[in-house]
């Protein structure tokens, strides 16, 4: 089993920045991959960047450039750094773990990302 929690979300104007963490305890031994999604109102989920246990990270091409995905082994956390937000960057944001052996994924409870024009 794994938990995910993601703090860091709230509201800020088009162009600033927020950071998003999300918290993994549990099997992380487990994980093969943390990443974040997001949901708008309306709208499927979608991936927005992903970490791979390798080291490799993708990003949606919508956000690429402006936000970063790292890993604090230490903490155990996976963060995204979100610059130059735009309001189409307005969502719940989602931390998600893919367990490598059983291909089962977990997924945070969303945290709240909301920009103003």
């Known amino acids: 089993q794994v938990q995910l929690v993601e703090s860091g979300g709230g509201l800020v104007q088009a162009g600033g920045s927020l950071r998003l963490s999300c918290a993994a305890s549990g099997s992380i031994f487990s994980i093969s991959a943390l990443d974040w999604h997001r949901q708008a109102p309306g709208n499927p989920r979608e991936l927005v960047a992903t970490?791979?246990?390798?080291?490799?990270?993708n990003y949606a091409d919508s956000v690429k450039g402006r936000f970063t995905i790292s890993r604090d082994n230490a903490k155990n956390t996976v963060n995204l750094q979100m610059n130059s937000l735009k309001p189409e960057d307005t969502a719940v944001y989602y931390c998600h773990a893919l367990e490598g052996a059983t291909m089962r994924h977990y997924w945070g409870q969303g945290t709240q990302v909301t920009v103003s024009s």
């Open positions: 970490f791979t246990m390798s080291g490799t990270t």
